[in-house]
């Protein structure tokens, strides 16, 4: 607990503020580009993971705002089910024609 009483942990459940990703967010993105690419119907020559926020349930939840190059933006929720499952992240849902200033905002 801080000073003022209030807890830093992350509320089960609840999202994380954005934040800059990781080399293991990275890699979660990599392996969902093609699933983006055959459901966006384009290939994407970059795939940069610039922001993310998580969540965690039964599994973890991610929202990606990824470059995907000539100053465009796509927004991706990605669910990486539990390790014991032995099943990889699914594209669950994205967003096209965003920006750098967009908010990543769950949807």
């Given at each position: 607990?801080s000073?003022?009483?209030?807890?830093?942990?992350?509320i089960?459940g609840?999202?994380?503020?954005?934040?800059a990703?990781?080399?293991?967010?990275q890699?979660?993105?990599?392996?969902?580009k093609?699933?983006?690419e055959?459901?966006?119907?384009?290939?994407?020559?970059?795939?940069?993971?610039?922001?993310?926020?998580?969540?965690?349930v039964?599994?973890?939840?991610?929202?990606?705002k990824?470059?995907?190059g000539?100053?465009?933006?796509?927004?991706l929720?990605?669910?990486?089910?539990?390790?014991c499952t032995?099943e990889?992240?699914v594209?669950?849902?994205f967003?096209q024609?965003?920006?750098?200033?967009?908010?990543l905002?769950v949807f």
């Amino acid at each position: 607990m801080s000073e003022g009483g209030e807890s830093k942990a992350l509320i089960l459940g609840g999202w994380s503020i954005p934040r800059a990703p990781t080399s293991v967010d990275q890699a979660i993105l990599d392996k969902v580009k093609f699933q983006y690419e055959i459901r966006a119907s384009k290939n994407s020559g970059e795939f940069l993971a610039v922001l993310v926020r998580t969540q965690l349930v039964g599994g973890t939840n991610y929202l990606f705002k990824v470059y995907i190059g000539e100053r465009t933006y796509s927004h991706l929720r990605v669910y990486v089910p539990l390790p014991c499952t032995n099943e990889g992240p699914v594209l669950v849902d994205f967003q096209q024609n965003k920006t750098m200033d967009d908010e990543l905002e769950v949807f």
